[in-house]
C-alpha cells in the first residue's frame, strides 16, 4: 500500500497537490526577514526625522561634523596605525639598520685612515710559511726564531696528522 507521502518522495504529485496549494517555507522566511529590516530602517528613518527636521538639517549637520573633525581624523590615524603596525615597525627597523650600517661604515673608514697612516711609517714584507699574510720586517727581523716557533705551533693545532 502506498501513502500520499511515499508518492511525493518519490516525485509523484497527486491532483489535490497542485502548486498553486503548496506553500515555500524558506521564502516566506526569507520575506519576513527582509520586511523587518525595512521596517527596521523605516523606523530608524522615522526617528531621525523627528530629531532633525530637516529644514535645519544642513546646519545641525555641519556644526556636528565641525566640533567632531579633530576626533574623526585622531580615530583614523589610529585604526591606520593600528592595521599597518607590522609595517610601521619594520619602516622602523629598517631605519635603524640603516643608521647603524652608516656609524659603522664611517667608524671603517676612521680605522683605515688611522692603519694606513701607521702602515706606511713601517716596512711590510710577505710573511715565510704563510702565503697570503704580510707582517712588519723589523718584527720578523726582531725574533725570527720565535716567528717560526708561532708558525709550527699554528700548522700543529691546524694539521695535526703530520707529526
Known sequence: MTTTLSLK?????????????????????FSKVVSAISNFFQY???LFNDEVPPDTRDEQIHDLFDGATPYLIGAV????????WSCILSCISCI???LFNAVRSVFRCIRCCLCCGTRSARKMMKA???PSMRLPRDAFEGNPRGYFRSLRVYVMTLFPVLL
Do not use: A, K, M, W
Open 9 to 29: 518522495l518519490r516525485g509523484i504529485f497527486l491532483p489535490e497537490d497542485s502548486p498553486e496549494n503548496q506553500t515555500n517555507p524558506i521564502g516566506d522566511i
Open 44 to 46: 530608524l528613518t522615522g
Open 77 to 84: 590615524v589610529l585604526i591606520t596605525c593600528l592595521c599597518c
Open 96 to 98: 635603524f639598520v640603516g
Open 128 to 130: 715565510p710559511g704563510r
